[in-house]
């Protein structure tokens, strides 16, 4: 439990949720017939790489959901969770992407005590949003399956101010998403890991 400590870890932030074709062989796979698979966008925080993570349907809306503060009466299940952290008297103390293994991604939350527990990312990522807790990905994650955004704008998008990591939709956040829609019509699925 604890070997995971040591690794460099760089904190990450949520960039948005994509919908990208998907070019398994044989056309549209998984429960968008449509050939789109939503996607959720990394990017390190103090850094230009970034991580794709293909997810489901239902996280890819709970993550939007979050991103703008628009949550239902009802708690979806990564509130549940949160909730019965709470109530048990535990803290959520990050979210940790810990590796990446045959295209599939693997994260922890890690707890006080250093208490961790395995989470498919997509859930990770949108509880570390409701609760408002770091996100950090493993060196050896970005080495493998991290892909560098040329930031061909950066002198332009530095004059206007960036946004700053919240998770509140802003004008420089939607621009940065259009940045990365057009990263991403320049690249193929093979070029990232897949699985959340």
Known sequence: ??????RRVSEMRVVGVLAVDDAT???????NESGRHPVVLLQESAGRRCLQIWIGLAEAEAIALEQQGRLP???LTHVLIADVVSALG???E?????????GTFFADLVFDGGLRVSARPSDSIAIALHAVVPIHANEDVLTEAGVVVEDDEASEESGRGSGSGSSSAAPADE????????FLDNVSPEDFGRGG
């Open 25 to 31: 062989p044989g056309g549209a796979s998984g429960p």
């Open 1 to 6: 439990m604890g070997t995971r400590e040591a």
């Open 175 to 182: 621009e940065e998403v259009d940045r990365f829609r057009a």
């Open 73 to 75: 009466d009802r708690p």
């Open 90 to 92: 535990r803290a959520l």
């Open 94 to 102: 990050r979210v940790e992407i810990t590796e990446v293994r045959g």
